[in-house]
């Protein structure tokens, strides 16, 4: 299983890091967890398309996690000429999605009337899921678990495991019993965070807000000790680091984890 981490960035607008995304390749299956701006072009960077996908997971409808959902289901539309795109993701989702297309009903319209091959639009099947539910796509088992993100509600995490390898994608949420279900003794645990001390020192009201619904990375850490996780995956970095500061966010983790910490531009990819 290889998860490439196609998005790290955050709502900031950054040249160097996508919107929040990840991408997950087991075996032939990619399933797209989040689809922040930009995710299309780091799809193809990972040598991966919409085109590919077995289905996209959504965590919670926050913009920056699905500012480019449309993208991905324009594009997967017009490369497999209609075939089914699943869609999981929290009650809400099926409303987004449904407004998504309306957006783009003149794009359709025109594509429809030049191609021959294109006869219909987009063919999205849109799952909303309660946690606690399982499903497989493909030889891929996931499970979900609540994760807390309030006011964004409900927010959803999700573990992936084929052929005994597990990959834990949590989203933006505090440490939660619903994390520590999904990541317990993961191969990888993928959590976005944040520098509580750093955000403190930003002089804006707003990003003071992000303080109390985004894990850090001390509890973060944490978290990975007390499930007994493999690997610790940082992603969603604010504020975002550079490849000279991420020995620095490396080694808070280690005072609380023993276990091997990953931080990295877009693209990063960790196999297990």
């Known amino acids: 299983m290889d998860i490439v981490l196609t998005g790290t960035g955050s709502p900031l607008p950054d040249a160097n890091r996508a919107g929040p995304s990840t991408l ?11 689809a922040g701006r930009g995710v299309v072009m780091r799809m193809a960077g990972a040598g991966s398309l919409p085109g590919f996908l077995g289905a996209v997971l959504i965590t919670h409808l926050h913009s920056d996690h699905v500012s480019a959902l449309n993208d991905v289901i324009t594009t997967h539309w017009i490369m497999t000429r209609g075939a089914p795109l699943p869609i999981y993701g929290p009650p809400g989702t099926a409303q987004f999605v449904e407004r998504q297309v309306h957006a783009l009903e003149a794009d359709i319209g025109y594509r429809i009337e030049h191609h ?17 539910v399982a499903f497989d796509v493909d030889d891929v088992h996931i499970t979900t678990e609540a994760t807390v993100h309030a006011p964004v509600k409900p927010t959803i995490g999700y573990r992936l495991t084929h052929e005994g390898s597990v990959a834990a994608l949590v989203g933006d949420t505090i440490p939660c019993e619903g994390v520590d279900v999904l990541a317990v003794g993961a191969d990888a645990y993928v959590q976005t965070v944040i520098r509580r001390d750093l955000v403190k020192l930003l002089p804006n009201a707003m990003m003071q807000d992000v303080l ?5 990375v001390v509890e973060a850490a944490q978290t990975a000790a007390r499930v007994g996780a493999k690997r610790l995956v940082l992603t969603h970095l604010v504020p975002a680091p550079t490849p000279e500061q991420y020995p620095e966010w490396i080694a808070r983790a280690a005072e609380h984890f023993d276990g091997e910490t990953i931080i990295g531009d877009d693209l990063t990819t960790i196999t297990i």
Do not use: R
């Open 24 to 34: 997950v390749k087991a075996g032939d299956t990619h399933i797209l967890v989040d």
């Open 212 to 216: 109390d619904y985004h894990s850090g």
């Open 116 to 132: 021959e091959v294109l006869t219909s639009g987009p063919n999205v099947e849109v799952n909303e899921l309660e946690p606690g």
